[in-house]
């Protein structure tokens, strides 16, 4: 069975590292369809909503959950 750790800090780290090459005033969106993946909207939609600018869904109920949170 395949098993898979996601590190809080390092999704985090990376989000950071990503925006320091972007240039000032360009917005952020983070794809979380599909789950986040299979990780986890509401886990990772929580996450990194301090961090983004926005959310890319594959659908509406998504995207409710994602305003819930």
């Known amino acids: ?7 809080s ?9 990503i925006k320091k090459h972007l240039r000032n005033g360009t ?6 369809k599909a789950d986040a993946y299979g990780f986890g909207l509401t886990r990772i939609g929580k996450l990194l909503a301090p961090l983004v ?16 949170i």
């Open 53 to 68: 600018d926005c959310f890319a869904v594959a659908n509406v109920t998504e995207g409710v959950a994602l305003r819930k």
């Open 27 to 32: 917005r952020f969106c983070a794809v979380v």
């Open 1 to 7: 069975m395949l098993s898979v750790q996601v590190n």
């Open 9 to 17: 800090h390092t999704i985090a780290k990376n989000v950071a590292t």
